[in-house]
């Protein structure tokens, strides 16, 4: 039952970590951040990683691998996690000790997800709980309940999902009750490592011992540490999730078309349009994650013109292509970053919503006719996917679906719907060997104008 994925991080307003003490116990300083990390995120709804990167600096790479792992499984499981608390825990743990409440989540989190020796993570949380006046209180119970979890293992979890009701329930909704609850419980497997070649994806996959998917995509587990891998100083490759790369391949980009890429950074479908020999435009009104962009494609020895600029205002083209890669609710990422489950609330996905209809709108302006526009989100909202594209079409006749083919670019029939548009799913993509299984939720809509 021990899952042996994960990752972490720390309040926005916190200190940054310090170095431990050198009497501190092993893996404590790591088991302190992860907790705060998680807590962080749960008050700030700040992004894990960016939280962790704080929270874990002047740890050794060890301890913040072992932080990344804690911070990230409890916030994957924590539906489930806080449930098993819940039927322990009568009467709860009260609101001014939340910290408390977050400690005992990431033992539990070791104990019945990690392969983490259950004595050091009852014996770390409860010297946590009691290094700090305020929380010294709960020592007792902390090292009640998970004893208890230790003792009972994977028994004591109850049967509950792992995000919130109002997620769930849209899945529900939009894709039935049997594939809602398998949507929901593959979002809470730890994501592989997919990545993109820059050339030749076969010889690559071969190099890397990875898996060539039917995409083109590569596929590893137990990658480590990335920037450490064969080819990637060279820049023969770049992470991105195999449903990712679907976008940027239904522009059927190649030499001599101008394609302009809206919400740009950092970059990975730019990527794929530049090495496929297209001219690109990169557009992000972000300045610091253009940055990424270029430093991206500096990296892999590719160019594009880079305009920071508001998409919903810019003025430029008429291009061959346009992709809009909307900013979303990504949903469809929660493998990956599983603190977006809990960091969205309903309001987030009507006002980005809004957000991409205003993109579509303008956007639609800046292709030729006869040339096409791809719309996509990673996010498993039909709001945000098929009922935008929809809306679209009533609103602009010039342009109409060209629907995606069955082993178009090597994608199966299953992964595009009655309209011919591209929706995937976590559950798509099944192994036996469930570390290769899945893809990220997204939807890709390629329209022309007439
Ligand atoms: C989903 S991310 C894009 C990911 C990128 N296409 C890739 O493959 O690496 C969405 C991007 O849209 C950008 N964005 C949000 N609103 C925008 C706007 N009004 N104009 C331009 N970019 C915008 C964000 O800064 C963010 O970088």
New binding site residues.
């Given amino acids: 039952m021990k899952d042996t994925r994960s990752s972490p991080r720390r309040p926005a307003s916190g200190s940054p970590a310090a170095s431990p003490p050198a009497s501190e116990a092993p893996g404590l300083a790591a088991r302190r951040a992860a907790a705060e990390a998680v807590l962080a995120v749960l008050e700030t709804g700040h992004p894990l990683e960016e939280t962790l990167e704080r929270l874990t600096r002047g740890l050794e790479d060890r301890d913040r691998a072992l932080a990344r792992m804690i911070a990230a499984t409890t916030l994957r499981r924590l539906g489930s996690l806080r449930a098993l608390l819940k039927t322990l825990l009568e009467r709860g743990i009260p609101d001014k000790a939340r910290r408390v409440e977050v400690l005992i989540l990431t033992g539990a989190a070791q104990i019945l997800f990690m392969d983490v020796p259950d004595h050091a993570a009852v014996g770390t949380t409860v010297t946590l709980v009691g290094e700090q006046a305020a929380t010294a209180g709960f020592k007792g119970l902390a090292n009640a309940v998970l004893r208890r979890i230790a003792r009972e293992g994977g028994a004591v979890l109850p049967d509950a999902a792992d995000q919130p009701e109002w997620l769930v329930e849209g899945w529900t909704a939009a894709y039935g009750p049997a594939r809602g609850e398998a949507i929901s419980r593959a979002l809470a497997q730890e994501a592989p490592l997919d990545l993109t070649a820059r050339e030749n994806p076969a010889a690559l996959a071969e190099k890397l011992g990875g898996r060539l998917l039917p995409t083109g995509s590569i596929r590893l587990v137990e990658a480590g540490n990335v920037t450490a891998l064969p080819g990637f100083a060279e820049g023969e490759w770049w992470v ?1 999730d195999a449903a ?1 790369a679907l ?2 391949r239904l522009l059927r980009p190649a030499a001599g078309m101008t394609i302009a ?12 349009l530049a090495a496929a020999g297209a001219r690109v435009v990169a ?4 300045g610091p ?2 940055r990424r ?1 270029k430093a ?1 494609l500096a990296r892999l020895n590719l160019s594009a013109e880079i305009v920071e ?6 003025n430029a083209g008429p291009f061959d292509g346009v ?1 809009i ?4 609710s ?1 949903t469809g990422t929660i493998r990956r970053h599983p603190e977006v489950a809990w960091t969205k609330a309903p309001g987030d996905i009507a006002s980005l919503a809004d ?1 991409q209809t ?2 579509l709108s303008h956007a639609a302006d800046m292709v030729k006719p006869g040339g096409v526009l791809v719309y ?3 996010s498993l909202e039909p709001e945000e996917g098929e009922r935008q594209v929809a809306a679209f079409l009533e609103r602009r006749p010039d342009f109409v679906r060209d629907p995606v083919t069955p082993g178009e670019g090597g994608i199966p029939a299953e992964w595009i719907n009655a309209e011919g548009e591209v929706r995937t799913l976590p559950t798509h993509l099944p192994d036996e060997d469930p570390r290769f299984a899945g893809l990220d939720g997204f939807f890709a809509a390629r329209l022309r104008r007439g």
């Fill in positions: 991105q990712a976008p940027a890429d809206l919400c740009a950074a950092p970059g990975g479908k730019t990527a794929q557009v992000d009104r972000s994650r253009l962009l991206n600029a508001d998409a919903t205002r810019l992709l890669d909307a900013p979303c990504a957000l205003r993109l996509s989100t990673c």
